[in-house]
């Protein structure tokens, strides 16, 4: 059975930072990419970022280049999302997703599992 399990989440400051992880188990998190997506509140889910089985490939949302580095430990089955800089605007439900198929990708119908996310509060 394949779980993805987001922590890190939390009430900060502007300006502030978080580090969100998610820890894969039932499957072998190398062969897949992974992605992060969020939710605010009355809004539609967006891509945040993704990387590549490896890591050598990485994607991201225009307004978080430059603030936010995703990256893994494929020895540990754990995806980090580095968050610095954080606006009110970063509120959201965050959540991982795993696709085996693709080196990486935007599109939240290409991933095959999820999570069930983690609450990240931007305060100004």
């Known amino acids: 059975q394949v779980q993805l399990v987001e922590s890190g989440g939390g009430l900060v400051q502007a300006g502030g930072s978080l580090r969100l992880s998610c820890v894969a188990s039932g499957l072998t998190l190398s062969r897949y990419s992974m992605g992060w997506f969020r939710q605010g509140p009355g809004m539609e889910r967006e891509f945040v970022a993704s990387?590549?089985?490896?890591?050598?490939?990485?994607q991201y949302l225009d307004s978080v280049k430059g603030r936010f580095t995703v990256s893994r430990d494929n020895a540990k089955n754990t995806v980090y999302l580095h968050m610095n800089s954080l606006k009110p605007e970063d509120t959201a439900v965050y959540s991982c997703?795993?696709?085996?198929?693709?080196?990486?990708?935007?599109?939240?119908?290409?991933?095959?599992?999820w999570g069930q996310g983690t609450q990240v509060t931007v305060s100004s």
């Open positions: 997703a795993a696709d085996r198929i693709s080196s990486g990708t935007m599109r939240a119908s290409d991933y095959d599992y």
């Open positions: 990387i590549s089985w490896g890591g050598g490939a990485t």
